[in-house]
C-alpha cells in the first residue's frame, strides 16, 4: 500500500464496511489481515456505524505511521471498547460462557435494555444523551488526522431524520459528530444534530453505501466486507427472532437496490448501450463469514467482551486470508461476487441459491471454536 499521497503498483480496490455493533470486530480483522498481505491499496473507503468506525481509525492511524499505524490504532481502537464494556449490566450468564454461547439475550440487563427501548424513547430513558462510546471515539481518533489522508478518502453515512434520504460526507466533514450519527440507532440515542438537521444511523439508507466510489476514483472493483447476513432460511417464531430478521431486511435494503443497480448498468454496458468511458463497469467482491455469523444472536452486537471481539477479529482474518487465496487474482480483471445469485428478477420466483461454503481457513478456524468454552454457537 502508499504512503499518504504516494503512488503504488499494488491493485487498488475501494472498500465497503458494514455496520453491526461489536460484529465490526469482524471487519477489523479483514482489514488488519488485508493490510498485513499488503498486495492491495485501499483507494477508498465507504463506512457506515461500526463500519464508519473502523474507517477512521483506519485513517487516523495511517497518517500516523502508514500500514503498521493503521493495524495498531484499529487494535487501540477496539480494546477500551472492551475495557469499557466490562462494566455495562449486559453480560453473559455464567451458563452461557459454559456453553460457549456468546449471546446476551438471558442476561437480565439485557431483558432490562431491551424492554426500556420499546417502552421509552432516549429522550426520556436518557435525558442526558449519555453515549460512553462517543467518550471512546473522542479519546481515540484524532480527526486532524482523518482530514489529512489523502491517500485513502473516506465517505462516512448518515440518515437525514426529517427527509429519509441517506448523507454521504467526505473526509473534511468528518467529525465525531458525524461518526456518532452515524452509529446512532433510535431506539436508544437522541438523534445527533448536524448543520442544523438531526441524523440517525447511516444503516437505514445504505449499509455500506457503495454509489460513492462511482465518483471518487477510477479504481472499478469494489470488495464489500458484509456482516449482516442477506439469507436466512426458516420464519423467526418469537419475538425477538422476528425484531431481529425485520433489522437485518431494513439495513440490507439499501445494499441490495445498489446491487441491482450495478447489475443494470453492467448489462448495459455489455450490451453495448452505454459507454465505459461515462458508466463504470463495476467489479463487486465480497468477504463475509455468513455461515459463523448465522451462528450468532442479535444480541451479540452488544456484546463487548474482549474475548468475543478477539473472536471476531479473528474470524474476519481467516475470512479474508480465504478470500485472498481464491479471489486476489480477480481484481482488477473480474468479479468475484456475482450480483445475480443475489437478487430475485423475477416476481413470485424464488431465486436458486449457489451451494455456498466456508472457506478453509474459516472451517479450520471455527473447528478450533466448536468446543464448549470456545464461543462457537451453531445453528
Not at 332 to 360: F, I, M, N, Q, Y
Amino acid at each position: 500500500m502508499t504512503s499518504n499521497g504516494q503512488a503504488s503498483n499494488k491493485r487498488p480496490i475501494n472498500v465497503a464496511l458494514q455496520g453491526g455493533g461489536s460484529h465490526g470486530a469482524f471487519s477489523w480483522g479483514v482489514l488488519d489481515r488485508l493490510i498485513e498481505d499488503g498486495r492491495l491499496e485501499f483507494a477508498a473507503i465507504s463506512g457506515t456505524s461500526a463500519g464508519a468506525m473502523n474507517a477512521v481509525a483506519l485513517a487516523d492511524g495511517w497518517v500516523r505511521g502508514g500500514p503498521d499505524g493503521a493495524r495498531e490504532k484499529l487494535h487501540d481502537f477496539w480494546r477500551p471498547v472492551a475495557r469499557n464494556g466490562r462494566f455495562s449490566p449486559i453480560q453473559r450468564t455464567p451458563w452461557d460462557m459454559l456453553l460457549g454461547n456468546w449471546s446476551v439475550e438471558n442476561s437480565p440487563g439485557y431483558a432490562f435494555y431491551e424492554g426500556m427501548s420499546r417502552l421509552f424513547s432516549p429522550y426520556v430513558a436518557n435525558p442526558l444523551n449519555l453515549n460512553p462510546l462517543r467518550d471512546i471515539v473522542a479519546e481515540q481518533i484524532d480527526f486532524r488526522n482523518v482530514e489529512a489522508c489523502h491517500a485513502i478518502r473516506l465517505y462516512i453515512s448518515a440518515t437525514n431524520v426529517e427527509t429519509g434520504q441517506l448523507r454521504v460526507f467526505t473526509p473534511d466533514e468528518i467529525t465525531l459528530d458525524v461518526i456518532m450519527a452515524s452509529a446512532c440507532l433510535p431506539q436508544i440515542f437522541q438523534a445527533v444534530e448536524i448543520d442544523g438537521a438531526p441524523y440517525w444511523d447511516g444503516g437505514y439508507g445504505g449499509n455500506p453505501a457503495i454509489f460513492p466510489f462511482f465518483k471518487a476514483n477510477a479504481v472499478e472493483d469494489v470488495l464489500l466486507v458484509q456482516i449482516n447476513p442477506i439469507l436466512r432460511e426458516g420464519t423467526p417464531k418469537t419475538a425477538n427472532e422476528i425484531q431481529n430478521r425485520i433489522d437485518e431486511i431494513t439495513f440490507n435494503a439499501g445494499l441490495l437496490r445498489e446491487f441491482r443497480a450495478i447489475k443494470f448498468v453492467k448489462e448495459l454496458i455489455a450490451d453495448k448501450k452505454l459507454p465505459t468511458s461515462e458508466f463504470r463497469d463495476i467489479r463487486m467482491h465480497r468477504i463475509d463469514a455468513d455461515e459463523a455469523f448465522k451462528g450468532l444472536s442479535a444480541s451479540s452486537k452488544v456484546n463487548a467482551e474482549w474475548a468475543f471481539l478477539e473472536y471476531l477479529r479473528d474470524l474476519g482474518r481467516s475470512a479474508a486470508t480465504d478470500w485472498l487465496e481464491a479471489s486476489f487474482d480477480k481484481v482488477g480483471h473480474e468479479p468475484s461476487l456475482v450480483l445475480s445469485d443475489e437478487l430475485e428478477d423475477e416476481p413470485h420466483v424464488k431465486a436458486p441459491k449457489p451451494a455456498t461454503r466456508p472457506g478453509k481457513h474459516v472451517l479450520d478456524f471455527m473447528a478450533t471454536r466448536k468446543r464448549p468454552g470456545g464461543g462457537q454457537r451453531l445453528g
